[in-house]
């Protein structure tokens, strides 16, 4: 199965989720959720929740002001 792995850059630390079904980023135009095989695309972020599902269906709930992601080639990197 495909799966997509996530960066979280922020100036205090960098982390990387891997193995992840699905990434749920709360976008200025509204909540986007990215699957494997996503679109290259470059995403502002306001307030809300990031949520990280692994295979398992567990999930992360991450929450943040504003930031920046790029998702390419089953990447998703967010910059807060």
Do not use: W
């Not at 200025?28 to 290259?40: C, F, N, T, V, Y």
């Amino acid at each position: 199965m495909k799966t997509i792995t996530c960066v979280i850059l922020s100036t205090q630390k960098a982390r990387t989720y891997e193995a992840l079904h699905s990434v749920l980023l709360p976008a200025l135009s509204g909540q986007m959720q990215i699957l494997p095989r996503h679109a290259e695309v470059f995403v502002l972020l306001g307030p809300g929740t990031i949520v990280l599902e692994s295979l398992d269906g567990t999930r992360e709930s991450i929450p943040v002001e504003n930031g920046e992601s790029y998702i390419r080639n089953d990447m998703v990197k967010i910059f807060l």
